[in-house]
């Protein structure tokens, strides 16, 4: 199975916002509200910030959110901070009973 | 404190096997799904195997038949047995909690080669 669709990179300057997709199919992301977010800066273990499509776990900012509409999953991060700079991943279970990631999206915040 | 400490990773010949582990601590191996999930250098997150409750396991397409997820709740270990190893499984392979891998742990690193 393919990998989700994501962008391969966006930006932003400090105090913007800016929106990741991430694109499915009805047997993943249009299937399932188990969309889940993830964080990773360079030589890190990836971070959980969104799980089931817009909860955000204990301790993760208000300024992370997420959506879904359809086949595509959205993930947003307003007020944006030069920590901020990082890759993210969405994540999707399946039809399958498995998972899939999204292939990534690096944030530059310029 | 949940903690999740991978082991195991090394050089390794292709066609080769190599056991990872992951030992946790502050939650019980037999409580939560648990996950391994690989990182090829340079390249984005892929998802290798699952054991759910019940020891119910599920594979990746890309090494079903050659890995085998298993634990151990004696010593509160997650396991990666990995047979006819490829140069394409080089990677860091972490293993991480839950169905939405809420605790990740530092990474382990197998160069097939």
């Known amino acids: 199975q393919s990998a989700l669709t994501q962008p391969a990179s966006v930006s932003g300057s400090p105090g913007q916002s800016i929106t990741i997709s991430c694109t499915g199919t009805?047997?993943?992301?249009?299937?399932?509200?188990?969309v889940s977010w993830y964080q990773q800066h360079p030589g890190k273990a990836p971070k959980l910030i969104i799980y089931?499509?817009?909860v955000r776990p204990s301790g993760v900012s208000a300024r992370f959110s997420g959506s879904k509409s359809g086949n595509t999953a959205s993930l947003t991060i307003s007020a944006l901070q030069a920590d901020d700079e990082a890759d993210y991943y969405c994540?999707?279970?399946?039809?399958?009973?498995?998972?899939?990631f999204g292939g990534g999206t690096k944030l530059t915040v310029l | 404190e949940v903690q999740l400490v991978e082991s195991g990773g090394a050089l390794v010949q292709p066609g080769g096997s190599l056991r990872l582990s992951c030992a946790v601590s502050g939650f019980t191996v037999s409580s939560h799904y648990l996950t391994w999930v690989r990182q090829a250098p340079g390249k984005g997150l892929e998802w290798v195997s699952t054991?759910?409750?019940?020891?119910?396991?599920n594979y990746a397409d890309s090494v079903r038949g050659r890995f085998t997820i298993s634990r151990d709740t004696s010593r509160n270990t997650l396991f990666l047995q990995m047979d006819s190893l490829r140069v394409d499984d080089t990677a860091v392979y972490y293993c991480?909690?839950?169905?939405?891998?809420?605790?990740w742990g530092q990474g382990t690193l197998v160069t097939v080669s």
């Open positions: 089931d499509v817009k």
């Open positions: 009805t047997s993943d992301v249009g299937g399932f509200n188990y």
């Open positions: 054991i759910y409750s019940g020891d119910v396991t």
């Open positions: 991480a909690r839950g169905a939405d891998f809420d605790y």
């Open positions: 994540n999707s279970f399946t039809r399958s009973n498995t998972l899939i």
